[in-house]
């Protein structure tokens, strides 16, 4: 089983920038679509960013310009580089992986949490204003 594991969290003011990264063990990280999604205390774990197995990237309007998602098949790790923070930004990050090794050309599947089946335990994200 893969097990995966997000490092980079912390607080930030307003504006600055954090790095995430998600470490796999277990598993060949190229075989699998990766995404990144986010919850808060009062919402529903909702999605961020994904990756495709061939490098196409998808991101949530909410953060399209402001991040992105990147992957080191080599490395076995995914990032999620976050500039322009916003106090909205402030959640619980989390690293998900699909293993089911289907190909779909639509971005609503990869934007669905159920379509992943591996997560990491999560990272803390808290930007101040």
């Known amino acids: 089983q893969v097990q995966l594991v997000e490092s980079g969290g912390g607080l930030v003011h307003a504006g600055g920038s954090l790095r995430l990264s998600c470490a796999a063990s277990?598993?060949?990280?190229?075989?699998?679509?990766m995404g990144w999604f986010r919850q808060t205390p009062d919402k529903e774990r909702q999605f961020v960013a994904a990756i495709r197995r061939g490098g196409t990237t998808y991101y949530a309007d909410s953060v399209k310009g402001r991040f992105t998602i990147s992957r080191d098949n080599v490395k076995n790790t995914v990032w999620l580089q976050m500039n322009s923070l916003k106090p909205e930004d402030t959640a619980v990050y989390y690293c998900?992986?699909?293993?089911?090794?289907?190909?779909?050309?639509?971005?609503?599947?990869?934007?669905?949490?159920?379509?992943?089946?591996?997560w990491g335990q999560g990272t803390q994200v808290t930007v101040s204003s």
């Open positions: 998900a992986a699909d293993p089911s090794r289907r190909t779909y050309f639509t971005s609503t599947y990869y934007t669905r949490a159920a379509t992943y089946d591996y």
């Open positions: 277990g598993g060949t990280l190229s075989d699998y679509p």
